[in-house]
């Protein structure tokens, strides 16, 4: 299984907004440039995160986008599910008689996802200056 940038990057957009959770809104275009990504790719990453639950938008002058939930209660499970779609590791009509590997190998990806929390990344990631995310 490979995490596209559709994954990584609405990762990093969640955990941005979780360290800033608690502060004013937060537009794309500040989270673009401290993360070094694209404000376009963003706006396109948003609207999945959005209708999901995970964030929601504040109009206006001062408007932005805010963590919906805490990030305590957002695991990384949900954000991949909703940006890639279910974990497969093989396809699941691929008849190579291995299928009890490749459950096992899935749930345990998908145990280790949901043991995640938006706050523990966040912790993991510390305190720096630095604000470009760490490598997954």
């Known amino acids: ?5 559709k994954g990584r990057y609405g990762l990093m957009l969640l ?3 979780a360290q800033q959770e608690g502060s004013t809104p937060i537009s794309l275009k500040s989270i673009a440039e401290r993360q070094n990504l694209s404000e376009h ?3 396109q990453l948003i609207a999945p995160l959005r209708n ?3 964030v929601r938008s504040i109009r206006g002058a001062y408007g932005g986008y805010v963590l919906a939930r805490s990030a305590q209660d957002i695991v990384v499970k949900d954000i991949i599910y909703t940006l890639e779609g279910p974990i497969t ?3 699941d009509d691929f008849e190579d008689g291995l299928g ?3 459950d096992r190998l ?4 998908s145990d280790v996802l949901t043991e995640i929390t938006l706050k523990d990344l966040v912790e993991m990631r510390g305190n720096s200056e630095n604000n470009y995310m760490f490598y997954i």
């Open 106 to 109: 899935r749930n345990a990806i």
């Open 52 to 54: 999901a639950g995970f």
């Open 41 to 43: 790719y963003l706006e």
């Open 15 to 17: 955990v941005d907004l």
């Open 100 to 102: 009890v590997l490749w």
């Open 1 to 5: 299984m490979k995490i596209s940038t």
């Open 89 to 91: 590791i093989v396809d």
